[in-house]
């Protein structure tokens, strides 16, 4: 009889797995989510940092306008998302990535990209930085990443029939640009929505400052990636142009901030490119992030401005 | 390592073979191999705690011995019972209350004018450190009031203490129901072990598709309650309702379905609650393990040394214990008053002499009465607004967000209702509670084995085939924190 049940349990089993295998597999071939896109190949190039340069920046633009320079026998990828804090865990993931010693890394750094909950040490920030989407995968360039799928994908394989978590004035491009148009199909993102998400916004930042810190343990993995990304190829540090009123709140809490960041650059001896100042050339959606038009914009202009150092 | 993870089933997949094939020749063996599995479990999940619960399973081991062995000298035993008390007590009010009682006082000086600053300590909570120490407290008060014998095999005593089902969320176990079968051999037994699979299927269903997908619609409207309108307010209590209750006697299901397939059976801790006309009805089917342990240990005390008060002096012993019911949650004073409230909610009741009632809903039939309806309808709505102050961060902000409830636009279309997530919620949420209605009479919510064999084997493909498109990750427990 308990032979019996064991076999009855293993069949079970087998069929359930091999649904789910099925369901993976589906869900692997279309619409995953958001930043699925970003582990899918290995990169001559990338895109670092968090949300505003996740949206922000379009890597098959850059690609575009500096095709005459060697830098592009992988693709270049945005690398950047939310959760992408300088750290060990994405100091390891970005080593996993890159398959070049003759690429392009854009930094996108911003006081965000240095902070850590508050209260935590060195060792507590690294366990809280695995516990996030690096930290839960070893894969970062397989196609499909079944990996990614079934440690970090948390929704319900219900979307492998018809997605229902796509937001669709968000278009996620195969080399991991976040578009964000403001004109979908459905409907148009509003000046009125757009002053609600940034009072949001607003609203996230000023909690944000209450609960986290600068952290020195990211301060030294920021060092530390740009040391090793130095000999992988060109090395550009950015800051993405934002609304004032966040930047202002940046700047007050790291008052010299791009002062120590142009020190850091020059140590290296790699461009600091601050576009922060040119805020108002640019629109976001939600006070932070760049909208689509805006986002191809300035991705033009930072092609230029990293041909010209590249000329220089 | 939570139970609706694949590190879970790898960890005890290879103990359930180990316990029902080489280690089941006698009950030592057995005990051996779950109590190790229980401490590698508890490890695990924090191995820093580990010495503090052997520490908790040497001393209330001694102290049960020493009670039973002073049973002449009453003096000494209340000694050895009052180190314990003190011991599992100081455990609880230090790890788990020390900065709540500190910032409080601070807080209470400063309102009189004595200006004060604090600094709180870094303290971490042990985790399951509420359910253990409530069983071993459980375990010395029946040793003291020769309810139970003391056990005099450590290795039985430590299993019940750190047996790995039930040491992070419960249910908080009794002596009296675990020992017995921790010190007998477990002969494997079919029906118990389907029927624990099957509790574990209706847990997983529970926790990752009904509580999963309430928590993505209750937990943005939570976070920013100020910018909703009233109407989606309700909405986002209403979710959050359901997932409070599909999150915990998901977790609990689970555990008790696992202790199955081992086999020993776990009190059980959730019966349908939502299917009950009054308060006290809904708080003999609510956590029933923490409320029978209250009212064992707290109330049934409390209320005979307040007996010549009468009614007055019932209430009050409710009412205190409803508090220390919150209490036991966490430290903060949100939960002291979701207490309060379900304290006062048993003021009417006590007056009109309907404490105990208490009976199945629609017994034999399968539509409740429009009274027997009603009456569920409003207790749900006050168990809503209650769990606003389970789920807010301070008073005032769940204050604010009743206040913001009632609203101009509070008969406006909630934001989002006709999404396709809302509608699939809803719809899962239906099925729920229809499966749990159609149960409610039964010992858990997913007996069907007096089903004939096709209806059961659609069950289960339905709920395999639900938790497979509509499950979401998660990776904890809201109990987890407590």
Known sequence: MLKSFVIKLFIIAITFITIYIFFIDKLSKGFVDTNYNKFTQEASGLIIGLSRANEGISPSIIEEELKEYNFFNKPIVNFAFNEAHFGEVYYEAIKKKIKTDNGLFILSISPGNFTSPLGLDDKKVFEYDERLTLGKINNFVSSPNYNYIINVYGASLYNSLHNLDQWNHRVSHLDGWNEVKLASKLDTITDKDIEYWKSLTLKFYEQKIKTEQISSYRHNYFIKTVEYLKTKGEVFLIRMPSDSTILKIENSHWKNFDFEMDSIAKSFNIPYLNYSKKSNNYKTYDGSHLESESAKEFTELLSKDIKNNLVE | ?482
Not at chain 2, 125 to 151: A, H, M, R
């Open chain 2, 1 to 482: 390592m939570v139970f609706n993870s694949i590190k879970f089933v790898v960890f005890v997949l290879p103990v359930l073979f180990l316990y029902w094939s080489f280690f089941k020749k006698s009950k030592v063996a057995q005990n051996v191999l779950l109590l190790a599995s229980s401490l590698f479990f508890y490890a695990w999940a924090d191995w820093r705690f580990l010495f503090l619960l052997i520490a908790s399973i040497i001393i209330n081991y001694y102290l049960a011995l020493k009670i039973r062995k002073e049973v002449d000298d009453e003096a000494k035993q209340r000694r050895f019972l009052y180190i314990g008390l003190v011991f599992n007590v100081g455990l609880l009010l230090y790890f788990k209350y020390f900065n709540f009682f500190y910032e409080s006082f601070v807080e209470l000086i400063n309102v009189f004018g004595i200006t004060s600053s604090y600094t709180t300590l870094s303290i971490l909570l042990p985790l399951g450190i509420s359910f253990f120490t409530f069983q071993t407290l459980g375990y010395l008060i029946d040793v003291y009031n020769e309810e139970i014998d003391p056990s005099h095999n450590f290795l039985e005593f430590s299993l019940f203490v750190a047996y790995f089902p039930k040491i992070l969320s419960g249910p908080i176990e009794r002596a009296t129901k675990m020992m017995p079968q921790i010190q007998e051999k477990r002969a494997f037994s079919y029906e118990l072990f389907v029927d624990g699979l099957r509790q574990i299927l209706w847990g997983l269903f529970a926790k990752i598709v009904i509580a999963e997908n309430c928590a993505t619609i209750a937990n943005p409207i939570f976070n920013n309650y100020e910018d909703q309108s009233g109407s989606t307010l309700i909405l986002g209590a209403f979710f959050y309702a359901i997932q409070l209750y599909a999150d915990f006697s998901g977790y609990s299901n689970m555990a008790i379905g696992l202790s199955k397939l081992f086999g020993i059976q776990l009190m059980r801790n959730f019966a349908t609650p939502f299917f009950s006309t009054n308060i006290s009805d809904f708080w003999r089917k609510w956590h029933i393990s923490l409320t029978t342990w209250m009212m064992d240990y707290v109330f049934t005390p409390l209320s005979f040394s307040l007996r010549s008060y009468q009614k007055n002096g019932l209430i009050i012993s409710i009412i205190a214990t409803f508090v220390l019911v919150g209490f036991w949650h966490g430290a903060n004073w949100t939960f002291v008053f979701y207490g309060l409230l379900h304290g006062i909610y048993f003021i009417p009741l006590v007056y009109s002499g309907k404490m105990n009632t208490s009976e199945i809903v629609a017994k034999g039939k399968f539509f409740p009465s429009i009274i027997e309806f009603i009456k569920m309808l409003l207790l749900f709505i006050l168990i809503m607004a209650t769990d606003i102050f389970f789920r807010a961060n301070s008073i005032k902000e769940a204050i604010n967000y009743i206040i913001s409830i009632f609203s101009d636009d509070i008969f406006s279309i909630p934001q989002g209702l006709f999404n396709s997530n809302y509608l699939i919620t809803i719809f899962l949420i239906f099925i729920f509670f229809f499966i749990e209605w159609n149960n409610r009479e039964k010992k858990h919510d997913f007996e069907i084995n007096n089903y004939n064999i096709f209806l059961r084997w659609s069950s289960y493909v339905f709920l395999f085939l639900l938790i497979l498109f509509f499950g979401k990750s998660s990776e904890t427990f809201i109990y987890f924190q407590f």
